[in-house]
């Protein structure tokens, strides 16, 4: 993976403002340590900084190609997972490579098919190609958005980036954060509508979109639509072609010339990724599988059981490193260094996000990298396989994102100033608007229609929110994780499976358990979801009051501005037990809702926002 930057303006020379892009570009050295390089035109620039994975030394960036007379510069920022089925079609078509980097394969693939290349490629990816003949820059997002991009139309050009702060290191793009802004940010949070990137001057080419800049302005497409289909595969054959699939996303991702591992959390999605992978290892004569795991000093002392979080890893994660024989190792994350890496994790996500659900990932990240460069993660399953509890709750309208049930403490939160904001609409009516565009087939239950509006919402909401995080976490320890369960064609299929079939025997991910029966430990099948494992040690939460308490005490605290201090310090007096609901989703509750409160404070300051409120 890679950062990527650049800036066009058809309209007046630039050329002289490389060092601009240059700035740009070295705000990403996280994301691409290995190498980096500038392509300036006398309308455009583009910066890249590499984190080499395939063809260390022959995908160089920026990469320029010169065919019929006309010259591409392509940045680009991801993996594709089909690169020779793509490249021995352009082989056929006359074309040759001089190198074996997908990004090579990316460009020619642009310079045959134009705007449709996206069609022709599989992968994850953002990535940005200027037409010197044309004046024309290109950019694409891919379809399930695992990768970002951000970009601000200013003075008549395109500036774009991998992250928002590439983009506010720009000299005409200012770090002024509105209204509309504020309202999405404590409203939605660690949410973001589809393109937007909460401060007034910044947006994001949405997932499955492109957007081409030339003379006749901006153009926001969306090339990649799901479509409701007839599901016309009894259940043995569903589970056949379903392994099948996830079997061959697996595999395309394992394709590195660096060091590859995998998360294992001993939950179903991690532990069969980490089964195919390491069976994958052991035909090609790779050696042992490592694997890894996360935990917090004493959290067998202080678990507690939940709904949602219904038992630790631990046991679980034993049984399958047995079973698939796996180099592993458990990282143990120290409380107080969790709190103290709320600032790391603010600054690497741009906003505030995810509380020590994030500083965790950055600390676990940190210790992976110092092994491997590149792990295969098992996100996203629980939202195209129905693997969260609201996809098992009988709900006969939904009306607002069933993860979302903290509307009304947020409106109560809300500074004196901003007290006419009206949270709770404008989270109903987000979620309204998403629903109208979820494509239905005619005739088809009530059930399985409440089941496409679920995915919809889940991959277009919940997923994206996830995926950001995942990101930005390991990109700014200069890990690639990759998603083999976002593969655009597992999504396809998997949107059109029937709900009795995708819930079978009325389990969350009943059918993703029977595709993976006889491959995986019964127990490992049968074993309850259980998410991404947070702290239950009280020095942590005792960490982040401290912390909280030192913002509430400080006369010039920011964030006053937008929350009420006096509720604040309802919060802070009762260990965050006064905010009845999580903040975000299963995890963000008490402590992390202080620690949220904490990295709006980080925010404000570090990243100078200024409030047009």
């Known amino acids: 993976m890679c950062g990527i930057v650049g800036w066009s303006n058809i309209n007046k020379n630039i050329s002289d403002n490389t060092e601009i892009v240059v700035k740009m570009r070295d705000t990403l050295i996280n994301r691409g340590p290995d190498s980096c390089g500038v392509k300036t035109y006398e309308n455009a620039i583009l910066g890249h900084r590499r984190l080499a994975i395939v063809d260390p030394t022959g995908g160089l960036q920026p990469m320029t190609k010169n065919i019929k007379n006309n010259e591409y510069t392509i940045v680009y920022n991801g993996e594709l997972y089909n690169t020779d089925e793509v490249r021995d079609d352009l082989i056929k078509k006359g074309y040759s490579f001089n190198t074996y980097s997908d990004t ?36 694409a997002r891919d379809p399930l958005g695992v990768k970002p991009l951000f970009y601000s139309l200013k003075d008549g050009g395109v500036i774009f980036g991998s992250e928002i702060k590439a983009i506010l290191k720009h000299p005409s793009v200012d770090s002024v954060v509105d209204k509309e802004g504020v309202l999405e940010l404590i409203s939605l949070s660690p949410q973001r509508k589809l393109g937007s990137g909460i401060f007034k001057d910044i947006k994001e080419v949405p997932p499955a979109h492109s957007l081409t800049y030339n003379e006749k302005g901006v153009k926001l497409y969306e090339y990649w639509k799901l479509e409701a289909k007839e599901h016309e595969h009894n259940l043995e054959e569903t589970t056949s072609y379903l392994r099948e699939l996830l079997v061959d996303a697996i595999e395309r991702q394992l394709v590195s010339d660096v060091p590859v591992c995998t998360f294992l959390s001993g939950g179903l999605d991690s532990s069969f990724i980490s089964y195919v992978a390491g069976k994958y290892f052991e035909r090609n004569g790779m050696g042992k599988l490592n694997t890894f795991s996360i935990d917090y000093v004493d959290n067998d002392k202080y678990f507690k059981a939940s709904e949602f979080q219904p038992n630790s890893d631990g046991y679980w994660i034993k049984k399958m490193v047995e ?56 996100e996203c399953a629980d939202e195209i396989f129905g693997g969260y509890p609201w996809y098992t709750r009988n709900i006969e309208k939904i009306d607002i994102f069933p993860w979302a049930e903290s509307v009304s403490h947020r409106q109560n939160i809300l500074s004196k100033k901003l007290k006419d904001l009206q949270i709770e609409e404008y989270v109903k009516q987000t979620c309204r608007d998403t629903l109208t565009k979820v494509p239905k087939l005619k005739g088809e239950s009530k059930e399985d229609e409440m089941m496409r509006e679920m995915f919809y919402l889940n991959i277009k909401w919940f997923m994206i929110t996830l995926l950001n995080r995942k990101d930005r976490m390991t990109m700014a320890n200069s890990l690639e994780a990759r998603v083999p369960y976002a593969d655009k064609r597992i999504v396809e299929y998997a949107y059109n499976i029937p709900k009795a079939m995708k819930l079978l025997n009325g389990r969350e991910k009943g059918l993703l358990r029977e595709a993976m029966r006889t491959i995986l430990p019964d127990e490992i099948i049968d074993r309850k979801k259980s998410p991404y494992p947070k702290t239950h040690n009280p020095i ?57 409160l904490v990295e709006l404070e980080i925010w404000l300051n570090e990243y100078n926002v200024k409030l047009d409120i």
């Open 104 to 139: 090579e394969v990316l460009l020619v693939s642009y310079i045959e098919y134009g705007s449709r290349c996206v069609d022709k490629i599989n992968g994850i990816y953002a990535f940005g190609i200027w037409n010197e003949n044309e004046k024309e820059l290109f950019l």
């Open 323 to 378: 079973h698939i024989n796996s180099n592993h190792t458990n990282i143990v994350l120290d409380n107080e260094e969790l709190a103290k890496y709320l600032k790391q994790a603010t600054l690497a996500g741009d906003l505030p996000l995810m509380a020590d659900i994030d500083s965790s990932l950055y600390l676990f990240a940190r210790e992976v990298r110092k092994t491997a460069t590149v792990s295969l993660t098992g």
């Open 540 to 596: 942590y939460t005792s960490v982040v009051s401290s912390m909280l308490r030192n913002i509430v005490d400080n006369p010039n605290s920011k964030m006053f501005d937008i929350v009420d201090k006096e509720e604040v310090r309802r919060i802070l007096e009762t260990n965050g037990d006064s905010f009845k609901k999580p903040w975000f989703g299963q995890l963000m509750r008490g402590p992390q809702v202080m620690a949220y």
